[in-house]
């Protein structure tokens, strides 16, 4: 059987990460091909901040490659295989950071660390550990994953840092320079959704816990996180497409000291309405069809229920 090292630096690979890719996703792919090679699968999508990752870091993905052309498929920042736009009939390598729901079976070599607050994080640790050399442009998008994932470092512990500071020390950058790439400067349309979706809000409170709850038609994440930042420690954003329901929760680490989930949470809701969800303890969505109020509800219900 390969090693893991075999398959970095195998011939012909193709780089897959999770469907409407993010920072830390697109920072993780960029690093493997740009130390071992590879093309990357834009197939699935990229979102808003990482989108400029694709100019400032020059990345040519490829879209709808057939898998047949590849000897070695590799998967970044997926939890499951549902997250990937395509599942290839062989997986050679998965890396992720999410909660591990055993789906990944599938996969010759699994390098899960749940432990882990970004996936760029691993991977950091991973060429550290092989003793292969860290560029500057590679250590600055491992930086960008793990200051996105960490939600602007308002989490993480020394192993987190001491990566952190290192990575810094060999892009030659500081904090300025990473929340400057952050500032997708709210623009008017982020402004404006998230102006409509707090008219909308609602909220409970459980002791001190609020759990607040809104939909909006775009923008569900920005709007999440603004409404985590006004004092909610559980949030819920709604929105339909084309039939189609998404869930996007945020957690206060409040609730997160006592417990709670939110990646488990979602996808322990799977199992009671048709759906599927899932993603980390502070950060994760959900997808399903009906009516979106009432999937709130059911959300705002089950938390109730679970801080209680
Ligand atoms: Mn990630």
Sequence with gaps: ??????????????????????????????VISRIFGG???????????????????????????DFRNYDEIIVLDAASPHQIHAIPPEISLVIDHHLDAGEWEIAEH??????????????????????????????LAVLIGMYTDSRGLSMGNPDFMREFADMMEIARTNIGTLRDFLQTGNNNSVKTAIMKGLQRLKFRAQGEIIIAWTHVSMFESAMANAMVCAGADIAFVGSEKNGEIRIIGRASDRVLEKGFHLGRFFSSLGYEID??????????????????????????????????
């Design 1 to 30: 059987m390969k090693s893991i090292i075999d398959v970095l630096e195998g011939k012909n690979k193709l780089i897959m990460m999770h469907r409407s890719a993010d920072p830390d996703a697109l920072g993780s792919a960029y």
């Design 39 to 65: 093309d990357i699968d834009i197939t699935g999508g990229i979102n808003r901040t990482a989108r400029k990752m694709l100019e400032m870091f020059d990345i040519k993905g490829v879209e709808n490659p």
């Design 110 to 139: 699994r390098l899960i660390d749940e432990r882990a607050i970004s996936c760029t994080q691993i991977i950091g640790k991973l060429l550290k550990r092989l003793e292969i050399e860290v560029d500057e442009r590679s250590a």
């Design 275 to 308: 759906g599927e969800g899932g993603g980390h303890d502070g950060a994760a969505g959900f997808g399903t069809v009906g009516d979106v109020e009432n999937i709130l509800m059911i959300c705002v219900t089950r938390a109730m229920a679970e801080i209680k």
